[in-house]
């Protein structure tokens, strides 16, 4: 890419070369992370810093890695296009701030990585390989450089890995990343006790964007049975007078209670409010 900063360069390089590294440190789980921090909070300590009012138009680490929430059809069209596509969304409805647009080359290229958010705990869920690293350049990057936890797989493996990953109440994400060419490149197949995104955004880092829907629930199907409380990865349902209510501000349209609730008194809903969703 004519012009592309080193700095990106490098970022994108040790990302991906790195990989486990990067993200266990990112989440505080390795040796390396846990004396930096441990040096921080004795720096505050000693200096505690000064309360600053955010830059109007600032761009901050959250703008520079996002995760997209997206419904399993949509995960399973992002891995069965067969012609290199793009799309581009007007800035002013685009809910992260570098993510312009979303390229595909080569989108039968799919490698399933082992989950390093997963691969960093030390009891974390299985299995693990349910990265899907989508397109060139990263597919061939990673598979160079993790052939130990990755492997080649088709599009219809790929969307085996989906459904399996929506039937276990995992989320899926479309991730862009300033430094991987601002470019669209993996789906993660997220649960919210291993995520370090999700971890991230609960703790008030918004590294997630939603998918641009909302849960519905129809009172008159709903059996108030608690199946899609006990499976929503955010935490936005619960059960008041027998029947399911949705906590719009945490729902991300993710439609996990949805696919999970026995008596299809769910729907996903456009919500503009939500942002754009991802959508082919």
Known sequence: MSGYPLSEWLHGYFYLRYTYAYIGN???LRRPARFYLWLLRLWRRIFPPRPRAPRPGAITFADTYHGKVVPLETARQLVQVHEPIRISYPEQVLPYALARDLILQQPDHIVAL????????PNPCLPLDVCLIVGEPFASLVMEHHADRAHWITPQTAVAILQAEEQRGHVHHAFFKQAVLGRFY???NCCACCCGAMQAHRNGTPMLASSGYLCRVSAADCAGCGA?????PFGALEITDGCSIVNEEKCMGCGICVSHCPQGALTLELAPKKGAPLEL
């Not at 082992?114 to 705990?121: I, Q």
């Not at 899609?228 to 929503?232: F, G, L, S």
Request: proline letters at 5%; glycine letters at 6%.
């Open 228 to 232: 899609c409380a006990a499976v929503c």
């Open 186 to 188: 993996a789906i993660c």
């Open 26 to 28: 990112a989440m505080g």
């Open 114 to 121: 082992d989950c390093p958010c997963r691969a960093a705990r």
